[in-house]
């Protein structure tokens, strides 16, 4: 018996691609709306009529699937019928979903791990897969302060995501910078410009060692608020380092460079790094033994950055995080989410995503406690608002 050509390539796709179930929802986007959304695909009748079969890649550590990079539910969707569905998510940074959602030819470029794998596996045990469109994107900004601003996306603001600044274990014992808690405007655009004196932040003319920053990659969402928010420029390049378990400037090019426009695809990645000691490691830039590292996360990252020795949480010209402080606009440092729906949305995308936008005006019953009022902060109990990353906030 003879197959048709296109039947034959069909099945073979499906083949590679391992996927198992009836139908699939593509998803990507914003690290810090991620545990949120965990938490709202786990619970029944928000988005699935059912309790869910998930998979993770392990990424989040023993105990933190929220926290991994790589998820699967599966179940019946809301308003889907009785179509059995796995939702696939990639937090790849806001950024990156907005970019997914506007392009096919970008998306199919995204990896997700297939609807065969069960329960928390370690990432490079599971086959990760690619060539599908994206159908709905996460990010922490508008699209119009994202780098990509057509074709123009239909989507919804759902909610709000907070961040904070961590300082590394480094040399801040010297001098009066002892104890060193804070970071401002002029400090930020300092150490993304390339790094600056430690005196620039202590007042100190003794402390002459270098601060310099680590941080997200240009498809971040976490990047464009600090970018933003900083007066630093969400467009200006960064001038940002990386280490390496050791606490040494990593070499970003394999040419001597250790500072530009670089930074971590993951802000889980980059708060292991945050441990790292570089007291004792050599200053590769302007030379001498030791310097010091700050970055900035979302709140589940920087809480995970928190729990390496000798990192320390900075206040933002002086003002500490706290969800009393984001809602009166005290602090600064947090961006509205939204979620977008992909140029090539399949109808099942479309169920799950007027399941999800319900998290802009839904606070009861199955909704209540889907943001957990600190890393996520639902928009009826702001008393604050501002037009974007790059405005203050206005009580």
């Known amino acids: 018996m003879k197959i048709n050509k296109s039947i034959l390539a069909a099945m073979l796709a499906l083949g590679i691609a391992g996927i198992a179930s009836a139908d699939d929802i593509y998803i990507t986007g914003s690290t810090a709306m991620r545990s949120t959304v965990y938490t709202a695909l786990n619970t029944v009748n928000v988005v699935f009529t059912n309790s869910v079969t998930f998979a993770g890649d392990f990424a989040g550590g023993a105990g933190h699937p929220e926290k991994d990079n790589y998820m699967n539910f599966t179940g019946t969707i809301v308003g889907n019928g009785a179509t059995v569905t796995t939702i696939h998510c990639h937090w790849s940074g806001s950024e990156a979903g907005v970019l997914d959602a506007c392009s096919n030819s970008v998306a199919q470029t995204e990896t997700f791990m297939p609807a065969s794998v069960t329960g928390d596996v370690t990432s490079n045990t599971n086959t990760l897969v690619s060539g599908f469109n994206v159908d709905l994107g996460f990010a922490d900004n508008s699209q119009s302060f994202s780098r990509t601003k057509s074709p123009s996306l239909t989507g919804t603001q759902i909610g709000i995501v907070t961040f904070e600044w961590v300082r590394n274990n480094g040399l801040w014992s010297a001098g009066s910078s002892s104890g060193l808690t804070n970071i401002t405007d002029a400090n930020i655009q300092a150490v993304l410009s390339g790094g600056c004196r430690l005196a620039d932040f202590t007042g100190n003319t ?29 467009f200006t390049a960064a001038s940002q380092i990386e280490v390496d378990n050791s606490g040494n400037m990593i070499d ?8 530009g426009d670089y930074g971590y695809s993951s802000g889980g990645t980059l708060a292991g790094q945050m441990g790292k000691n570089t007291t004792g490691t050599t200053d590769q830039i302007n030379g001498g033994t030791g310097f010091s590292v700050v970055a900035y996360f979302g709140i589940s990252d920087a809480n995970t950055a928190l729990g390496n020795a000798g990192t320390a949480a900075l206040t933002y010209d002086g003002v500490p995080f706290s969800r009393n402080a984001v809602l009166s606009g005290q ?11 992909g140029v090539s949305i399949t109808t099942s995308g479309v169920a799950a995503y007027n399941r999800l936008k319900l998290l802009a005006t839904q606070n009861t019953g199955v909704w209540a406690g889907l943001f957990d009022g600190v890393k996520a902060i639902h928009k009826a109990d702001m008393l604050a608002g501002r037009g974007g990353p790059t405005s203050q906030p206005q009580y």
């Not at 602090?331 to 729906?341: L, S």
């Open 252 to 259: 970003l090019t394999g040419g001597g460079v250790y500072k």
């Open 331 to 341: 602090y600064p440092f947090w961006g509205y989410e939204y979620v977008y729906k």
């Open 206 to 234: 003794n402390d002459t060692s270098f601060v310099y920053a680590m941080g997200r990659d240009n498809l971040s969402g976490t990047r464009v608020n600090t970018y933003g928010d900083s007066g630093y420029g969400i």
